[in-house]
């Protein structure tokens, strides 16, 4: 699914968002790979939009997702992954990231990413 930003606040906002939301990801993936059975290796991407797939494999299991996907959870509040990547849906910032002196709010970033990954792993097949 591609996020539609339809205002030019929003689109601030979302530059604003995005790099420091996608570190946060990657860190964190980093770490709770580390410690998961999952073994995950990293895929560059040509569509529908550049970037990288993580792909992850335990015991034959395997699962794939687009490190965008995961991204845009964190930075919008609307964001539900869909199958069908084509689709363009409005999304809304997630605001609550950003502090009221128009910073990223780096605890609550973090603490959002958490909560993104684990619902993340937490919706992988059980293996074994």
């Known amino acids: 699914m591609k996020p539609k930003i339809t205002t030019t606040t929003a689109w601030k906002q979302a530059e604003l ?7 946060r990801l990657l860190d964190n993936l980093r770490k709770t790979l ?3 059975p ?3 290796t990293y895929e560059e991407v040509k569509t529908p939009i550049p970037g990288y797939r ?6 034959g299991q395997k699962v794939s997702v687009n490190i965008w996907e995961l991204c845009y ?6 964001y539900r992954q869909t199958h069908a990547e084509e689709e363009e849906v409005e999304v809304e910032i997630d605001t609550s990231l ?9 605890d609550l970033l973090e603490e ?5 990954i684990e619902n993340f792993f ?4 059980k293996v074994g």
């Open 38 to 40: 999952w073994k995950g």
């Open 112 to 116: 959002k990413t958490c909560q993104v």
């Open 54 to 59: 993580l792909d992850l494999e335990d015991r």
């Open 122 to 125: 937490a919706e992988l097949p």
């Open 34 to 36: 580390e410690t998961s």
């Open 17 to 23: 968002l995005m790099q420091p939301s996608l570190l």
């Open 73 to 78: 959870q964190i930075c919008f509040s609307n």
């Open 98 to 106: 950003i502090d009221e002196n128009g910073e990223v709010d780096w």
